[in-house]
């Protein structure tokens, strides 16, 4: 692990909010999602959160710039000054009781009481005063875009967590476009020690080139030929479950929409339906016998006007 101010990019002069801000650049920066091709993104990342954490907390900093704790946030010495350390007597060992906790001008004893309360002992240095409970880290946002098909039946997906840990998030059946899963605590870490902040997962569901969604109801355009149109007949339309054949009544006419109930997107208040716009197409070459016809019948009928 390297000095934390080395990978903050801070001097040991550093305030608390120029701290706060370079640490906000750099996660920005060397977050995964945003160096997929980059192996090394989640061990940069993970250092970057680890230098925070010390960092990012003023008893902690305090602790690191003394030399009592390393990098990682452990200690690096027994004792002060090479005696030993009796923290319930309240005294190093082998010093007068004079000496109190000072050792290099420093005092440790707010330090080893938090310690001691946080692990259950050290009834001494409890002085009864009731502390603001820590603020918690910060949420975080992240985007994820599965298939259309997918969001129909269910899938997981893998998102990496601030920390640069990679879980697999659930999506349920029928998810729509925009819905958020909440993942407790999996967001960034508190720089007071509290609790960590919450992720939040944005599903973005891809298009399918075969419809248009509308709420619950999907929408399909279907080709009919113009003697189907007119006389009646029958087409092919593709649905969630595969291709169905539909009835087109006769004398139908682009625009016309036919109802499937039941065959649109699921939901908990019960499936949509499929809509169905019909399109009616003309002969892809020329037809003699249409023309002849088409011709005999706009000079022996009337044109209605519009």
Not at 128 to 147: F, K, L, Y
Not at 169 to 181: D, F, L, M, N, W
Not at 231 to 245: A, D, F, I, N, Q
Not at 254 to 273: H, V
């Amino acid at each position: 692990m390297r000095d934390p101010y080395t990978v903050l990019g801070v001097p040991k002069t550093a305030a608390e909010a120029d701290i706060k801000k370079a640490f906000r650049k750099l996660a920005k920066a060397l977050h995964p999602d945003y160096n997929v091709n980059d192996p090394l993104a989640k061990e940069k990342f993970s250092e970057l959160n680890s230098a925070y954490e010390i960092l990012g907390d003023a008893k902690k900093r305090k602790m690191f710039d003394g030399g009592e704790i390393d990098a990682e946030g452990k200690p690096k010495h027994p004792g002060f000054g090479g005696r030993g350390f009796d923290p319930r007597a309240g005294r190093q060992a082998g010093a007068g009781r004079g000496a109190g906790f000072q050792a290099g001008g420093f005092d440790a004893s707010d330090i080893f009481a938090d310690f001691f309360r946080a692990g259950g002992g050290g009834a001494g240095f409890n002085t009864g005063t009731r502390r603001r409970q820590p603020a918690p880290g910060a949420d975080v946002r992240i985007d994820s875009t599965i298939s259309f098909s997918d969001a129909l039946k269910g899938t997981k997906v893998r998102v990496t967590l601030p920390s640069g840990k990679t879980i697999e998030v659930a999506v349920p059946a029928g998810v729509t476009e925009g819905r958020v899963i909440r993942l407790k605590q999996q967001g960034m870490p508190s720089a007071e020690g509290g609790p960590n902040g919450d992720a939040f997962v944005t599903v973005h569901v891809a298009g399918d080139p075969r419809f248009v969604t509308e709420g619950k109801n999907l929408r399909v355009r279907a080709p009919v030929p113009l003697e189907d149109a007119v006389l009646g007949g029958k087409v092919l339309v593709p649905t969630l479950e595969g291709t169905v054949e539909i009835s087109v009544p006769p004398y139908s006419s682009t625009g016309q929409t036919l109802r499937l109930r039941g065959k649109g997107l699921p939901s908990d208040s019960g499936p949509g339906d499929l809509m169905v716009t019909i399109d009616v197409i003309l002969p892809k070459t020329p037809d003699l016998e249409l023309e002849v016809l088409m011709k005999r019948w706009r000079d022996n009928k009337p044109r209605e006007r519009m």
